[in-house]
């Protein structure tokens, strides 16, 4: 079966530091992959997928990044946090032929 | 991806039955229609997906019109632990090199006693 994991659970990083966060699959291949951002009370905003490995698309214009250097890996970086980066990530995953999307228990960032 | 309408929120009680409707008027003839809920701190987990009629599976029924411009998501007898957000979201079920996934505002669903 498949699964996503994706860690930390929690996570606090000062104002300027850096920020990586994982989020592999596994027990399928060539996964969409994406990264969503939610603010506390609102809805998920999608921040990058990815089709393929080194393939990203970026939604919106952000201190964020995404690489994808393995098949089933998903990585969501920045090279320095800013208070407004606060929020619930979540990575999810789909198939490439139905919309359906697993979704990993998310991180809690909070940037202080 | 097609935009979607739905309400900001919804009350219900107990035992009634629960019926959320998404408006999707740009749908394309390729798009499903798909539903998920979240719970607080979780992410969404799918409930159920559509592409005309109606579907029903253990948890929900997806009710779509023929003209698909809409979709009524129906909860039978919801309980407490239904409260949740719920959001409807359409799209492209056949790969072009994958496919975007768009949630939109979605439907806070509080369920009283």
């Known amino acids: 079966s498949q699964t996503i994991h994706q860690w930390p659970a929690t996570l606090v990083q000062p104002v300027g530091s850096p920020l990586s966060l994982e989020c592999t699959v596994e027990?399928?291949?060539?996964?969409?992959l994406y990264w969503y951002r939610q603010a506390a009370g609102r809805g998920l905003q999608l921040l990058f997928y990815s089709v393929g490995i080194g393939q990203i698309s970026s939604e919106v214009p952000q201190n964020l990044s995404a690489s994808r250097p393995q098949d089933r890996q998903f990585i969501l970086s920045s090279k320095k946090l800013l208070l407004s980066d606060s929020g619930f990530y979540l990575c999810?995953?789909?198939?490439?032929?139905?919309?359906?999307?697993?979704f990993g228990q998310g991180t809690r960032l909070t940037v202080v | 991806l097609a935009k979607t309408t739905q309400p900001i929120s919804m009350d219900s009680y107990e035992g009634q039955e629960v019926n959320i409707t998404c408006s999707h008027n740009?749908?394309?003839?390729?798009?499903?229609i798909t539903w998920y809920q979240q719970f607080p701190s979780q992410g969404p987990r799918f409930i159920i997906q559509g592409y005309k009629t109606k579907v029903t599976n253990e948890v929900a029924s997806l009710f779509i019109p023929a003209d698909r411009k809409s979709s009524t998501l129906s909860l039978p007898r919801v309980s407490l632990s239904d409260t949740a957000v719920y959001y409807c979201?359409?799209?492209?079920?056949?790969?072009?090199?994958?496919?975007?996934?768009?949630f939109g505002t979605g439907t806070q669903l509080k369920v009283e006693l």
């Open positions: 740009n749908i394309a003839t390729n798009d499903y």
């Open positions: 979201l359409v799209g492209d079920g056949v790969t072009g090199g994958g496919n975007k996934l768009t």
């Open positions: 027990g399928t291949s060539n996964p969409n």
């Open positions: 999810a995953w789909s198939t490439t032929m139905n919309s359906e999307a697993f």
